[in-house]
């Protein structure tokens, strides 16, 4: 299980990957820009989230340097493309709990409304 800043960067990985039919090459500082503004990392936190992203199978990592800076060629394996269907998995499910807690109010609505005119009379 990713927590949320490991889900973020591999949404970022996932997305730069799948641009090029699984496999990428992407600076560090590319990496960083690509996450969302509430979910900064700092340089030191990407190398583990990288390598525990590795060891949990979801891509093949490997690092390299050009001109003093360090890039990743990541190659996405089968976890790595079963990665957006767990993030629409859990887009449905929270769809769901929505729908049944609006199904939940409308009905004890109803409910009250049908006691309330029993009892009133």
Same mark, same amino acid.
């Given at each position: 299980?990713?927590? *949320? *800043?490991? &889900?973020?960067?591999? !949404?970022?990985?996932?997305? &730069?990957?799948?641009? =090029?039919?699984?496999?990428?090459?992407?600076?560090?500082?590319? %990496?960083?820009?690509?996450?969302?503004?509430?979910?900064?990392? !700092? !340089?030191?936190? %990407?190398?583990? @989230?990288? &390598?525990?992203?590795? @060891? $949990?199978?979801?891509?093949?990592?490997?690092?390299?340097? =050009? *001109?003093?800076? $360090?890039?990743?060629?990541? +190659? %996405?394996? &089968?976890?790595?493309?079963?990665?957006?269907?767990?993030? #629409? !998995? $859990?887009?449905?499910?929270?769809?769901?709990?929505? #729908?049944? +807690?609006?199904?939940? #109010?409308?009905?004890?609505?109803?409910?009250?409304?049908?006691?309330?005119?029993?009892? +009133? *009379?």
């Amino acid at each position: 299980m990713l927590n *949320k *800043k490991t &889900k973020q960067l591999m !949404k970022a990985v996932y997305y &730069k990957a799948v641009e =090029k039919d699984g496999t990428c090459l992407i600076s560090q500082n590319d %990496l960083l820009a690509s996450m969302p503004y509430n979910f900064q990392f !700092k !340089k030191s936190e %990407l190398a583990p @989230s990288l &390598k525990s992203l590795v @060891s $949990e199978g979801y891509f093949e990592l490997i690092t390299t340097e =050009k *001109k003093g800076e $360090e890039y990743y060629c990541i +190659t %996405l394996q &089968k976890g790595g493309y079963d990665f957006a269907y767990q993030i #629409a !998995k $859990e887009k449905r499910q929270v769809r769901m709990k929505i #729908a049944l +807690t609006v199904g939940g #109010a409308v009905l004890s609505f109803i409910i009250g409304t049908i006691l309330k005119a029993v009892f +009133t *009379k």
